[in-house]
Each structure stands twice: as structure tokens, then as C-alpha cells.
């Protein structure tokens, strides 16, 4: 454990942050909070606000005594920055969607409890306070309304639409998980309440709130450029940036006929190769059970191929459960970190939207990124790497750029250790990879009003054109996914541009060190760097020595 007084001084940080969010004492396994939600109201967020400016005053004031001291301060110095600026111009609060909100939060965190023997009654005093965390945001929303600033009317109906699903019991699913038996009226009240706290809450949303939203979608080009900074950790020239994005998604194509004429070789467009698949029965998996076990074996199978040889994983965080996403969630896959302690494991999560025949041929590629080698490899890492990384490193920093430009670069080492020779499950990679490149472009050109490839302005239904045909969502997933990148500018990016930070590292490290290039001696150390902006990522892995 590092002792320094800028690890103190972030240490510092982290006690009294986790005091002020509840939910985040429970996402990193601290005792004491579970019976608690975080104040969303105008009050609370300007505690947190004064918490961060206080931090950041305190590390200008401190000069690191070394490497790992320097890099700490850098990454929290532009990491709180940037969530002061959010914060402070409000676009923290102006922007929600269905995968980063209160709402989802307030659901997820549920999910993440331990089980213990206080555990029924800080079920309970938990959901008693949804009525009021959901009072608190909405006082926060009217606030910022009230100087003209709201979100976009698309990402405030689906969220109340989202809202209104948890209201027919959600909650009391909730209750039953921890009661099967349903003999605690106390619980099942306190759920039945929260329910309709939610039902309340997007009433309000799509009565009084959506009337007042912002009709159009984009946010602009200034507020992509803060939101992108923030993302991603680097200065990016957008526009590059955005024609980078169609020569890949161009290259990525051709490859992918490459993959379609060795499975179906009459095909006439890669949409019908992706239909074929979904009912191909060598790439189908019967239902939810099925599934599962399938996910669970695939990281396991996945530890032991790269243990050892591209990795070396150390036995902590061997183990990454697999777990079905609840109802309401978005339709893409997702992950979440092990506890600080390591007691409750990193976990997978996978949405059903309902679906009981799942096409394995792209979940392969999928599960790569999400687990091993991708996220949990990174995030648990992270979490075990107490010699060289603070707490507030280890628990608190999050940059897309980084986070999600690895779990993506993992995929490309897969095809490129052979994972994908079947053409299926090279198909599923490919319009994985191709998903990301048109993020790149859909995103870039919504919110920034550059022209589509049949000459008007970027909008959801050229992008979901773009996402079925190109990418080969299926057309759930595809709507989902326009939905998601409106509501969250900047953040669909990260994934192929952190790749491209990824290669280029690589790249450049084989360049400079030669014969003495070693790719797991490579991985280790851009892991063991610990989450960080993208810009300052390339520095400092120009500066490595290959050791």
C-alpha cells in the first residue's frame, strides 16, 4: 500500500466520497451504506462539488515523490477536473439515457448487495428511499431546467418508459430474491412503494418534463468536444477522427465478405449472412439455462488458454461469473468490477430483451471483451495492484477511452491468436468490429451535424440503417444502440479510437525496442499503468522501457 501524502490526500477523497454515494460504498463492497441511496438532489451534488474542488486544491499544493506518485496526480488532477466541469456547467445532470442514470443505478445496485444477516432489513430501509432519491433528482432536473438546460425529449421517454417497466415489479422481484418466501410484509411494501414511486416518477417525466426537453437530438459540436475530452482522455481532432472511422468500417467490410462467401457463398448482402447465422443451428443456443452454462465454461476455457502465455492471471481473479442483465436494462452486454475485497467477483451480464434462441456466433467475440481477456482481466487488475496504484486508482477512476479501448483491443488479439478460424465466429468478431467503427461514424455525425452517405444530416434512422446493415444489428439492438449513442455523446467512440491508442502503443514499442519486444511483458505493463485519458496513456508508454 502506497503512503504518500498524495495517495493520502486521494485516500481522503475516497472516504468521504463513498460517504456521499451510497451506492458506490456497495459497487466496491464497503460496509455500513447498504441501507442507504445517494442524495440526488441540487444539495448533494454540491457537496460532491465541493468535495472535488477541495481535493484538487490540495494536490496543487503537493508535489509527487516519484513516477507512481506523478501519475497518480495526473490522472486524478484531469480526471476530477473534468467531472468539476460537468458537474458545474450541468451537464452531469442535463444528460441521461438507459444505461447511466439514477435509474439504472437505483435498479443495478440491488444486484450487488451481499448477502448477510442484516441484510433483509437494509433491503428494506434501501428501497424506502427510492421514493426520495427519485424526489431529489426530480428537484435536480427542475433546477437546471429552470436555466434553459435539459435533455433531449428521445432519451426522456425512454428513460421514463424504462422507469414505468421497473414500476411492474421490478421491485418487488427485488423483495423476492431476498424473501423467497414473501413473509416480510415490510419489505414487499417498501418494494410495493417504490414501484410506485417509479410509475409517479415517469408520469412527471413524460407530463411536465418532455414537453420542456430539447426536440432535437445532437448536442452540437462544443458540448461533443467536452463530452468526448471527458470519454476518452484525449484531445481528438473530430473530424479525423470521423473519416478514420469510415475508412475502417469500410476495411472491416471487406473482410467480412471475405468470412460470408466461405458460409454461404450465394449471399447477395451481409444482412442476409447475419439472418442465416441468427438460425444457423451450428451457431444457436437454446435457451436461458443453456446460455449461461455456455458463457460460464467460455471464461473459464478463456482463463486457461491465455494464463501463462499472453497473461499471467493471478489466482484472485481467475473466477468471473456470468449473470443474466434484469429486465429493463439496454440491449448490449455489459460487465462490473469485483468488490474492493475481492469477496463478491467481477461480473458478466447479459440481456435477454426477452429472447429465449441466442446467436452464439457473435456472443464469442462479445464475451472476449467483456471478461477475459477484456474488462475483468483489466478491471480486476486494477483492483488487486496495491502496490503501484492508490486507492482512489484502484476504485474510483474510470476512462472509456482506456477501459473500453482495451476490452476491444482484446478482441483483435483473439483474432489474431486464432480464436475466430471459424468463419461464423469471424463474422461475429468482424461485425463486432464493425459495430465500432460505425459507432464512430453515427455518433460523430448526429451530434455534430455532418452529412450521411446519401447526403443529408446524420439522424436515428440513417444510423440504424448504417448499425442493421453494416454492423448487423439485429433491428432491436440496432434502435437500442441509435438511443444510446444520443443520450451519451462522446462515450460510443472510446472503443475504437482506445484501440487504436492500444496498436499504436504496441506498435510503436516493437518499433523502439526491437528483438527485445515481449507481448506479455507489453500487456502486463499497460495494465499495471492503472486507468487513465488516452493522451497521457501514450505518453507514458512512449517512455517504456520494455521491462
Sequence with gaps: MRETAISKILDGFMEESIKLSPIGATLLGVPGFDDQLDDLSMSGHKKREDLTRETLNKLANTEPIDDLDRIAKEVATERLSSELRLSESHEARILFNLISSPVTSIRQVFEMMKQGPDTISNVTKRLAAIPTALDGWRSSLEFVAGLGKTNSKRQVLATAGQLETFSKGAF????????????????????????????KFAQWLKEEYAPKSVPTDGVGIDRYRLWARHFTGADLDIRETYEWGISELDRINDRMWVAAKKLYPEAKTLREVADRLENDPRYVVEGEEELLKRLKK??????????????????????????????????????????????????????????????????????????????????????INTERLNRFQRNRVWVSGYGEGWALYSERLMDELGAFEDPGFEMGYLSAQALRAARIVVDIGMHCGYTDFEGAVWNAESAFKLLHERAL?????ARSEVDRYLGWPGQAICYKVGERFFMECREDAKRRLGSAFNLKKFHAYALTLGPMGLDPFKREMAAWSGQ
Excluded at 444489428?473 to 439492438?477: A, G, H, K, V, Y
Design 172 to 199: 418487488l422481484a427485488v423483495a423476492k430474491k431476498f424473501d423467497p418466501e414473501g413473509t416480510n410484509t415490510e419489505l414487499t411494501d417498501a418494494a410495493t412503494r417504490a414501484q410506485s414511486a417509479c410509475a
Design 473 to 477: 444489428l439485429d433491428e432491436i439492438s
Design 298 to 383: 467460455f471464461i473459464e476455457d478463456a482463463v486457461e488458454r491465455l494464463d501463462g502465455k499472453e497473461f499471467d492471471i493471478d489466482p484472485r481473479i481467475r473466477t468471473c461469473e456470468a449473470r443474466l442483465a434484469p429486465e429493463g436494462s439496454a440491449s448490449a452486454a455489459y460487465y462490473m468490477g469485483p468488490s474492493e475485497d475481492l469477496s463478491r467477483p467481477g461480473t458478466t451480464w447479459f440481456p435477454t430483451m426477452g429472447r429465449k434462441k441466442f446467436g452464439w456466433w457473435h456472443i464469442v467475440s462479445t464475451w472476449y471483451h467483456e471478461a477475459v481477456p477484456g474488462h475483468h482481466l483489466q478491471v480486476a487488475t486494477t483492483k
